[in-house]
């Protein structure tokens, strides 16, 4: 199984930027899709963004589209979300998960990613 490890969550001003990283400390994740995923209390864990393994096309929810990017970075085997505008109603605990030669064309979902990390939070608060 892939081990990840998720970086990058603090306290943020509306309006600000964070940047979240995904590592991988050993398995390369070229071959992989990752997903990023929130949860915000009381409710669901959404599907945010996701990277494909072979072609890096994205996906991007509607409520974060124009405002969030996704990227890998192979030198340093990660993949990062960078979050701008970030609003109130993005503060949540971001998650980040692998699935093996996965195509990003929808919404990720929760069962369809086997490795996850130990999520990070994120709050945007004045």
């Known amino acids: 199984q892939l081990q990840l490890v998720v970086s990058g969550g603090g306290l943020v001003q509306p309006g600000g930027s964070l940047r979240l990283s995904c590592a991988a400390s050993?398995?390369?994740?070229?071959?992989?899709?990752i997903g990023w995923f929130r949860q915000a209390p009381g409710k669901e864990r959404e599907g945010v963004s996701c990277?494909?393994?072979?072609?890096?096309?994205?996906y991007y929810a509607d409520s974060v589209k124009g405002r969030f990017t996704i990227s890998r970075d192979n030198a340093k085997n990660t993949v990062a979300l960078q979050m701008n505008s970030l609003k109130p109603e993005d503060t949540a605990v971001y998650y980040c998960?692998?699935?093996?030669?996965?195509?990003?064309?929808?919404?990720?979902?929760?069962?369809?990613?086997?490795?996850w990390g130990q999520g990070t939070q994120v709050t945007v608060s004045s």
């Open positions: 990277i494909s393994s072979r072609d890096n096309s994205t």
């Open positions: 050993r398995s390369t994740l070229d071959y992989y899709a």
């Open positions: 998960a692998a699935d093996l030669f996965r195509l990003c064309v929808s919404s990720p979902l929760l069962a369809d990613f086997g490795s």
